[in-house]
């Protein structure tokens, strides 16, 4: 059974960091993208960050570039988002995704795995 749990979520004041970490299991993930996507109350899934099987290329929704980094560590199956800088209206339920190769980061529909999401919640 394929699983991916994320944790690290949790409440933090505006300017301060979280990192996330999401654990795979079932299946080995290191030729899959990775991903972390968002949604706050009321509004659509949105992408946030993607990075490829070998962690050589990254990609990040224009809102989060230069505050937050994601990274992966194949040997343990894992990835993770290091967010820095953190801002009220990143507040939202951060879920972590897996898909087969290719080059679609963005697009939520490729994914095939999913975490169960974990809130983060930004206080100004």
């Known amino acids: 059974q394929v699983q991916l749990v994320e944790s690290g979520g949790g409440l933090v004041q505006a300017g301060g960091s979280l990192r996330l970490s999401c654990a795979a299991s079932?299946?080995?993930?290191?030729?899959?993208?990775m991903g972390w996507f968002r949604q706050a109350p009321g509004k659509e899934r949105e992408f946030v960050a993607a990075?490829?099987?070998?962690?050589?290329?990254?990609y990040y929704t224009e809102s989060v570039k230069g505050r937050f980094t994601i990274s992966r560590d194949n040997a343990k199956n894992t990835q993770y988002l290091q967010m820095n800088s953190l801002k009220p209206e990143d507040t939202a339920v951060y879920y972590c995704?897996?898909?087969?190769?290719?080059?679609?980061?963005?697009?939520?529909?490729?994914?095939?795995?999913w975490g169960q999401g974990t809130q983060v919640t930004v206080s100004s």
């Open positions: 995704a897996a898909g087969p190769p290719g080059n679609y980061y963005g697009d939520k529909n490729r994914y095939n795995y």
């Open positions: 079932g299946r080995t993930f290191s030729s899959y993208v």
């Open positions: 990075i490829g099987w070998s962690g050589g290329n990254t």
